[in-house]
């Protein structure tokens, strides 16, 4: 009727109200449809509110459907329109699912700060309904972040509040989000409990996509009790409803959970079938993933369950050649999607005015580094002053990370080309090894379980290497208390270490003895906290380490290596000035020499003037046509990074700053030169944006390999970014290193480098020396150092 009347705003609205209550029902197509025709009439007479009310529900939309790159650009159009007519309530909405958009690619900083913003308005101009939400949604990002406590009682105030309107959405939403709680917490019959009262609030409501996520919750927790009937009746009933509304996460969950249980029960081609779809789900929700490499990075770290379920079915089966395969396929993607393709130039896409938001948005992270540093170096600091300064950075950076997440959404040309992922196969990691002498072990560290895939060299040239699986009953936890007392011991240069060296030795590299005894190469693929434990210092007897017998490396995964060896191959002398780069001892400050210390990481960023003397020493080593030094106040960023891209070895002695919370703002601080928009503090993401041709990074400083461990990913920090800018292999340390071993350390290694010993070769050599010698034998000098990636 009101489209014969012509009423064009009424139906608009109408057809609105039909696409929410689709929505509601699950029914995405449907809703799309509709909110569309809505869109399209709501445009046609002006009202910008209501079009960006129906933005947001469009995007929504996708989001349910895990089309995240549609999402996110839906979001940010109805953002802008609310934003340019003071819409405070469309902003508001834009926020929160933005922030769920952010969620679900796991950036919880960044989602957290969107909830927030969502949530000061919403309370600002009293919308109930929307603050209940922002609430829900704010604990859960303090939840993931593990502060439980502040989640509760995040949590009750929204469930308060939708309890007074009575939004029985919001609250079944709530509830299944304190069961998770409590879950996370180990409390299952607590979990339980929420779980029901969620499911029928749920169910009440009549969204769909609640119920199927209430029942996916439920799943885990009759898994994790070890009623497998159970947790087999919730995961299919949550599959059905995903599969039907098209909720892809939701059905990846449920798929996984009905897989597990299967394979507990013993049906085992239900469980290959369930967990195979579970991985396809995956797959497809990865390629809509909107942003950088480390979103994409950030992404598959909780989506990493049916590819080890997958692997640990088929060592069951004897299939380790598959079981190697699926392993390799949840290992650093995202390294492997740049290292494949390359990235894309955000400049090239960016309009006039989105390089001016950027050169601002820069410019502050730039002003708040400087004043930051300049504090620190302060004979007294202020540290609320300090405390102060690092909020606002924190606020920055966020800052600046949305608006380069917004421009992918705005650019669809700025995708990071996510090809079809092909693993490297048993026989194409025959070319992996430099020598035959060489073994690969690759480890998948599961909750009860840790798997070791050994690889050694077939006999003949061409043919597949052998391969050989041992399975470790050891609890990932277990396994993570021992690294972590191993590597706070020797950090620390406490002799009581040995115990944990000679257990780890034991779980994780007896079992293989047999096939790695006479290898005198190995290329180490950890897993999880295995990234943090520095395998060259075990011990196969007392005082006699690892390195003792093997040259070590380590890569991110074999599929990774393929490519970096592949990338170390195509290299070419085109564009190459410099064979090596120097940097040391950048000044920061002028300091009096009172000052100066002989600990390479002083907290106080005082001179180094050891790192000054390495770095001289090395480049005598390769003579002043073949080199270029730069040292103290000459050692800035711009030279950084304008000779970078011309040098074969990058070396850099000085301060290193690791961020293990958010490691793309880890640092390597160097001077700054007079006028320079830069700031003198290198960051991992800055290092990304670079175009290296270098063969080989050295980081000469402290914690350089540290990071945060990305489940698949690996240790994602400095020596991930150096890979993505283009270099194949980086040297890296482990914990806070002595200034005086590290510069003998440091001018052998590259002594030996010069006499084409391989890298991981001649680190080897360099480090049993010092086992060897008087002073230096504590492997608190020399185990800290290792190799990373194309060790040739």
Request: proline share 3%.
């Given at each position: 009727m009101k489209e014969q009347l012509g009423d064009k705003p009424a139906?608009?609205?109408?057809?609105?109200?039909?696409?929410?209550?689709?929505?509601?029902?699950?029914?995405?197509?449907?809703?799309?449809?509709?909110?569309?025709?809505?869109?399209?009439?709501?445009?046609?007479?002006?009202?910008?509110?209501?079009?960006?009310?129906?933005?947001?529900?469009?995007?929504?939309?996708?989001?349910?459907?895990?089309?995240?790159?549609?999402?996110?650009?839906?979001?940010?159009?109805?953002?802008?329109?609310?934003?340019?007519?003071?819409?405070?309530?469309?902003?508001?909405?834009?926020?929160?699912?933005?922030?769920?958009?952010?969620?679900?690619?796991?950036?919880?900083?960044?989602?957290?700060?969107?909830?927030?913003?969502?949530?000061?308005?919403?309370?600002?101009?009293?919308?109930?309904?929307?603050?209940?939400?922002?609430l829900k949604n704010f604990g859960t990002v303090q939840l993931d972040q593990g502060n439980f406590e502040q989640a509760l009682e995040t949590y009750q105030r929204a469930l308060t509040l939708a309890s007074q309107i009575g939004d029985k959405r919001t609250i079944a939403g709530v509830y299944g989000s304190i069961g998770l709680l409590e879950f996370t917490r180990g409390s299952h019959s607590k979990a339980s409990e929420y779980y029901e009262k969620g499911l029928h609030a749920a169910e009440d409501s009549g969204d769909r996509a609640l119920v199927d996520g209430v029942?996916?919750?439920?799943?885990?927790?009759?898994?994790?009790?070890?009623?497998?009937?159970?947790?087999?009746?919730?995961?299919?009933?949550?599959?059905?409803?995903?599969?039907?509304?098209?909720?892809?996460?939701?059905?990846?969950?449920?798929?996984?959970?009905?897989?597990?249980?299967?394979?507990?029960?013993?049906?085992?081609?239900?469980?290959?079938?369930?967990?195979?779809?579970?991985?396809?789900?995956?797959?497809?929700?990865?390629?809509?993933?909107?942003?950088?490499?480390?979103?994409?990075?950030?992404?598959?770290?909780?989506?990493?369950?049916?590819?080890?379920?997958?692997?640990?079915?088929?060592?069951?089966?004897?299939?380790?050649?598959?079981?190697?395969?699926?392993?390799?396929?949840?290992?650093?993607?995202?390294?492997?999607?740049?290292?494949?393709?390359?990235?894309?130039?955000?400049?090239?896409?960016?309009?006039?005015?989105?390089?001016?938001?950027?050169?601002?948005?820069?410019?502050?992270?730039?002003?708040?580094?400087?004043?930051?540093?300049?504090?620190?170096?302060?004979?007294?600091?202020?540290?609320?002053?300090?405390?102060?300064?690092?909020?606002?950075?924190?606020?920055?950076?966020?800052?600046?990370?949305?608006?380069?997440?917004?421009?992918?959404?705005?650019?669809?040309?700025?995708?990071?080309?996510?090809?079809?992922?092909?693993?490297?196969?048993?026989?194409?990691?025959?070319?992996?090894?430099?020598?035959?002498?060489?073994?690969?072990?690759?480890?998948?560290?599961?909750?009860?379980?840790?798997?070791?895939?050994?690889?050694?060299?077939?006999?003949?040239?061409?043919?597949?290497?052998?391969?050989?699986?041992?399975?470790?009953?050891?609890?990932?936890k277990e396994l993570a208390d021992l690294t972590e007392r191993l590597r706070d011991r020797l950090a620390r240069r406490d002799a009581a270490y040995t115990e944990q060296a000679r257990k780890l030795y034991d779980l994780l590299l007896r079992p293989a003895y047999s096939d790695i005894k006479i290898k005198s190469n190995l290329i180490i693929v950890p897993d999880g906290v295995l990234w943090t434990l520095p395998f060259q210092a075990l011990e196969s007897a007392d005082r006699h380490f690892l390195i003792e017998d093997h040259a070590i490396s380590y890569a991110p995964s074999l599929t990774s290596l393929r490519e970096m060896v592949t990338r170390t191959k195509r290299k070419t002398d085109s564009g190459m000035t410099l064979d090596l780069l120097g940097l040391g001892n950048p000044v920061i400050q002028t300091s009096s020499s009172s000052l100066l210390k002989r600990v390479f990481m002083d907290p106080e960023l005082k001179p180094l003037p050891q790192a000054e003397t390495q770095v001289r020493a090395i480049g005598r080593l390769y003579g002043p046509t073949r080199s270029k030094i730069y040292v103290g106040a000459e050692a800035t960023e711009d030279v950084l990074k304008a000779e970078a891209g011309k040098c074969r070895t990058l070396h850099i002695a000085g301060h290193g700053i690791v961020n293990n919370a958010s490691p793309m703002y880890s640092q390597i601080v160097l001077a700054r030169a007079e006028g320079s928009d830069d700031d003198g503090v290198l960051e991992a993401w800055e290092v990304m944006k670079m175009d290296l041709s270098a063969d080989l990074v050295i980081l000469s400083a402290c914690d350089t390999a540290g990071g945060r461990v990305g489940a698949g990913e690996g240790m994602i920090g400095l020596s991930w970014a150096f890979f993505v800018a283009g270099c194949p292999s980086t040297v890296v340390s482990q914990w806070s290193v002595d200034?005086?071993?590290?510069?003998?350390?440091?001018?052998q290694v590259q002594r030996n480098l010069l006499s084409r010993m391989g890298k991981a070769v001649g680190l080897r050599r360099v480090e049993v020396k010092l086992v060897r010698s008087g002073g230096y034998s504590d492997p608190f000098y020399w185990a800290p150092f290792v190799i990373v990636g194309n060790a040739r």
């Amino acid at each position: 009727m009101k489209e014969q009347l012509g009423d064009k705003p009424a139906m608009a609205t109408s057809r609105s109200n039909i696409g929410y209550v689709n929505d509601v029902l699950g029914n995405y197509t449907e809703a799309l449809t509709y909110y569309e025709k809505s869109l399209a009439v709501s445009e046609e007479v002006g009202q910008k509110t209501n079009s960006a009310d129906i933005l947001t529900n469009i995007g929504r939309a996708y989001s349910n459907h895990g089309d995240y790159f549609r999402a996110l650009e839906c979001l940010e159009k109805a953002l802008k329109l609310s934003t340019d007519v003071g819409y405070r309530a469309g902003i508001a909405r834009s926020l929160n699912n933005i922030g769920v958009v952010e969620h679900h690619q796991a950036n919880y900083p960044q989602a957290r700060e969107y909830f927030q913003k969502s949530l000061d308005i919403t309370e600002a101009i009293g919308d109930k309904p929307g603050a209940a939400s922002s609430l829900k949604n704010f604990g859960t990002v303090q939840l993931d972040q593990g502060n439980f406590e502040q989640a509760l009682e995040t949590y009750q105030r929204a469930l308060t509040l939708a309890s007074q309107i009575g939004d029985k959405r919001t609250i079944a939403g709530v509830y299944g989000s304190i069961g998770l709680l409590e879950f996370t917490r180990g409390s299952h019959s607590k979990a339980s409990e929420y779980y029901e009262k969620g499911l029928h609030a749920a169910e009440d409501s009549g969204d769909r996509a609640l119920v199927d996520g209430v029942l996916g919750y439920m799943a885990e927790n009759y898994y994790s009790q070890r009623d497998y009937a159970r947790a087999l009746e919730a995961a299919e009933r949550s599959a059905s409803i995903a599969k039907e509304i098209g909720d892809r996460d939701g059905l990846a969950g449920a798929l996984n959970a009905a897989g597990k249980s299967n394979l507990e029960m013993g049906r085992v081609d239900l469980a290959r079938k369930e967990l195979t779809d579970a991985i396809e789900q995956v797959e497809q929700m990865r390629s809509q993933v909107v942003g950088s490499e480390h979103e994409l990075q950030r992404f598959l770290e909780r989506k990493t369950g049916p590819y080890y379920e997958m692997a640990g079915l088929l060592i069951g089966e004897r299939d380790n050649e598959t079981a190697l395969e699926f392993a390799e396929r949840a290992k650093a993607r995202a390294l492997v999607d740049v290292l494949e393709s390359g990235r894309g130039d955000v400049n090239k896409s960016m309009t006039a005015q989105e390089l001016g938001q950027e050169q601002a948005l820069k410019g502050r992270i730039v002003s708040l580094n400087s004043q930051i540093l300049n504090e620190k170096l302060r004979k007294e600091p202020d540290q609320n002053r300090l405390g102060g300064l690092n909020s606002e950075l924190e606020k920055a950076r966020l800052e600046y990370e949305g608006f380069q997440t917004a421009l992918y959404a705005a650019h669809p040309d700025l995708r990071v080309q996510r090809g079809r992922f092909i693993p490297a196969t048993l026989r194409e990691s025959g070319e992996l090894f430099p020598s035959p002498n060489t073994a690969i072990i690759e480890y998948l560290v599961s909750e009860d379980r840790t798997d070791l895939f050994v690889l050694t060299p077939a006999g003949s040239s061409g043919d597949k290497p052998a391969l050989r699986v041992y399975t470790v009953q050891v609890k990932r936890k277990e396994l993570a208390d021992l690294t972590e007392r191993l590597r706070d011991r020797l950090a620390r240069r406490d002799a009581a270490y040995t115990e944990q060296a000679r257990k780890l030795y034991d779980l994780l590299l007896r079992p293989a003895y047999s096939d790695i005894k006479i290898k005198s190469n190995l290329i180490i693929v950890p897993d999880g906290v295995l990234w943090t434990l520095p395998f060259q210092a075990l011990e196969s007897a007392d005082r006699h380490f690892l390195i003792e017998d093997h040259a070590i490396s380590y890569a991110p995964s074999l599929t990774s290596l393929r490519e970096m060896v592949t990338r170390t191959k195509r290299k070419t002398d085109s564009g190459m000035t410099l064979d090596l780069l120097g940097l040391g001892n950048p000044v920061i400050q002028t300091s009096s020499s009172s000052l100066l210390k002989r600990v390479f990481m002083d907290p106080e960023l005082k001179p180094l003037p050891q790192a000054e003397t390495q770095v001289r020493a090395i480049g005598r080593l390769y003579g002043p046509t073949r080199s270029k030094i730069y040292v103290g106040a000459e050692a800035t960023e711009d030279v950084l990074k304008a000779e970078a891209g011309k040098c074969r070895t990058l070396h850099i002695a000085g301060h290193g700053i690791v961020n293990n919370a958010s490691p793309m703002y880890s640092q390597i601080v160097l001077a700054r030169a007079e006028g320079s928009d830069d700031d003198g503090v290198l960051e991992a993401w800055e290092v990304m944006k670079m175009d290296l041709s270098a063969d080989l990074v050295i980081l000469s400083a402290c914690d350089t390999a540290g990071g945060r461990v990305g489940a698949g990913e690996g240790m994602i920090g400095l020596s991930w970014a150096f890979f993505v800018a283009g270099c194949p292999s980086t040297v890296v340390s482990q914990w806070s290193v002595d200034a005086d071993s590290t510069t003998e350390l440091m001018i052998q290694v590259q002594r030996n480098l010069l006499s084409r010993m391989g890298k991981a070769v001649g680190l080897r050599r360099v480090e049993v020396k010092l086992v060897r010698s008087g002073g230096y034998s504590d492997p608190f000098y020399w185990a800290p150092f290792v190799i990373v990636g194309n060790a040739r």
